[in-house]
């Protein structure tokens, strides 16, 4: 069972009422539809308008008739990861009509054979729908950098059918054939020299939209010290709409200049010291969220009244940005969120610890895992995030996000990822896919000392995950195997009979030898011989020195003699030294 999608991920945004119209882009993006055009890419830098556009603009298709049905994904660094964008692709695919099966689409562990799902998909609902026209947005590409995720975008593009338009929306050029489809027409773009306010947009936004009182030259200034930035026209009018003069405002148009960092900074700081004291303080508080809700909020505030607030700052237009039509949840604009914490880290920084602690705690009551473990990471909490993380290995483990869970391994302190037997063990499986086989046998290594310290120190132990037996299943029967597989007299059956793990020894008169499961997808044991580039008859005069081993089975004798295998570049195995032994540990401990 995968975690479910976030639903205010597929919302188209909300309107702004006094948003500026843009016909002259419009009519590009209305163009974009005809023509054969497969893709349209919008892509400049932050606070240029970008999802503002694209939501009018879908607002618009919504409205015509027939209507254009349009399908929305807010992508976020929770999405940079095959099995969590292609969930997220069949919910927004289903808003369309277009129906996939997205418990089986996530599953899907290659970006070709699951974008065409998508590709017959859409093909099958042409048929239903005949002549009907849809389009897909893909908002803030530009936080997915998983390379498959990537690979089946490019697929999409190159294969999709003329029912559907692919809109993306980023920060910087995706790693597609952009040369190629602008050689065959097929694609539209804007880019920020397109997006940035003219001066007629610009007088527009000032003093019609926020009903500035500034004269011609007030606006030429603006326009050209801004370059037709629009995140900071907005800074600007919010900075100017406490000065009700004409004198004062002019005398501010004069005065603002500076470099683009501090000029930012200087806006921040003239609009939060004008907004009252409970205002001010609800802003700097709820800055460590990325996403926003009245319970969330009253979580970090102490207080009852987020949902209010909340309402009130989107109607004084402060940096609030609507993530759904019920207006529910919320995020700040990107760079006032990021001037926010900067101006709570340096008032107080204790208190950014914890406030991301409150936050972790409330997403993971909430059952918000990835916010969750987002916020303890954010507050270097990093036992609370190790739990978490211990916590979510199932789930992710079933939903096929290893990227995600792995990213957030990495993200922890080596320190504190050797402690717990859960994480190391996790870290093994990885490098050993990798072919890091040194590292997974060190990972190992440290499993086994975390678990015999939890058992020496109980309050170890009571930091971990409440996983119970699942550590001991995996690593305990994958110890006593390579023990006796290599043979050390040291490490061989125990005294009384058994094995140092406490289960029972081989039988008399014969030598143990490891598990290796030929399904492995990894290993092809039967084709040992040929891949070690041995003749059979090594592997018999070999077994010859070692008589035990002629009771196994030929395979078995064979791995045994030359010790483990490792994936070969063109598929099969190949022999490796003896001192690797961690891939006998790792095929007889997975279940």
């Keep these: 069972m995968s975690s479910p999608v976030l639903a205010t991920k597929l919302f188209v945004p909300a309107r702004r009422p006094r948003l500026v119209p843009r016909p002259r882009l419009a009519a590009r993006l209305d163009g974009s539809l005809e023509g054969g055009h497969r893709l349209t890419l919008v892509s400049a830098p932050a606070g240029f308008g970008k ?32 099995a969590a964008f292609l969930a997220l692709l069949a919910a927004s695919l289903a808003g369309m009509d277009i129906q996939v099966d997205g418990a089986t689409l996530a599953q899907q562990r290659d970006a070709t054979t699951a974008a065409a799902a998508v590709v017959n998909a859409v093909v099958r609902a042409d048929g239903l729908r005949p002549g009907a026209v849809r389009v897909l947005v893909l908002d803030d590409l530009h936080l997915v950098r998983a390379p498959e995720v990537h690979e089946a975008v490019a697929f999409l593009v190159d294969h999709l059918p003329a029912g559907l338009h692919l809109v993306l929306s980023t920060r910087s050029d995706p790693p597609l054939a952009l040369a190629r489809l602008r050689a065959h027409r097929e694609l539209i773009e804007l880019r920020a020299a397109d997006l940035r306010f003219t001066r007629t947009e610009a007088e527009d936004f000032l003093v019609v939209a926020m009903g500035l009182t500034l004269d011609a030259h007030d606006v030429d200034a603006l326009e050209g010290r801004t370059e037709g930035w629009i995140a900071g026209l907005q800074l600007v009018s919010l900075a100017l709409g406490g000065r009700s003069g004409g004198g004062q405002a002019h005398d501010f148009v004069r005065d603002f200049a500076g470099s683009h960092r ?18 001010r303080e609800f802003l700097l508080r709820t800055a460590v969220l990325d996403r926003l809700c009245g319970p969330a909020c009253d979580a970090l505030t102490g207080r009852t009244d987020g949902t209010a607030m ?19 949840w919320y995020r700040y604009h990107h760079l006032s969120a990021d001037v926010l914490r900067a101006r709570l880290s340096a008032r107080d920084p204790d208190l950014v610890a914890d406030l991301h602690w409150l936050a972790s705690r409330w997403f993971a009551a909430n059952g918000y895992l990835v916010e969750a473990v987002g916020q303890a990471l954010a507050g270097s909490d990093d036992e609370r995030a190790a739990y978490l993380v211990e916590d979510a290995v199932p789930l992710l483990r079933r939903s096929r996000q290893d990227s995600l869970l792995l990213g957030w391994i990495r993200a922890l302190p080596r320190a504190r990822v050797r402690v717990s037997p859960v994480l190391s063990l996790v870290c093994a499986w990885s490098l050993m896919l990798e072919g890091d086989l040194d590292g997974a046998d060190a990972r190992l290594d440290d499993a086994d000392a975390a678990l015999a310290a939890g ?34 007299p040291d490490l061989g059956p125990h005294p009384a009979g058994g094995t140092p793990g406490g289960g029972p020894g081989p039988r008399p008169g014969r030598r143990a030898v490891p598990r290796v499961r030929p399904a492995q997808g990894h290993l092809r044991t039967r084709r040992l011989p040929r891949q070690l580039g041995c003749p059979r008859r090594a592997g018999r005069r070999r077994a010859r020195h070692q008589p035990g081993l002629q009771r196994a089975p030929a395979w078995r004798r064979r791995v045994a003699a030359r010790g483990p295998a490792r994936p070969c570049p063109r598929g099969g195995v190949r022999r490796v030294p003896p001192r690797h032994d961690g891939l006998r540990r790792f095929v007889a401990a997975v279940p």
């Design 51 to 82: 999802s503002s556009l694209l939501a009018d603009w879908a607002a618009q298709l919504a409205r015509r008739e027939p209507p254009v049905r349009v399908g929305w994904m807010s992508l976020g660094d929770e999405d940079d990861d095959l």
């Design 262 to 279: 501090f000029v930012l900074d200087y806006l921040t700081d003239e609009v939060l010291d004008r907004q009252p004291a409970p205002v």
């Design 310 to 328: 909340l309402e009130r700052v989107w109607a004084d237009n402060l940096f609030l940005v609507s993530l759904d039509d019920d207006r529910s």
């Design 455 to 488: 058992r020496a120190d109980t309050t170890l132990a009571a930091g971990w995950a409440p996983t119970g037996d699942r550590r001991r299943q995996r690593l305990h029967p994958a110890r006593e195997r390579s023990q006796a597989g290599r043979g050390r």
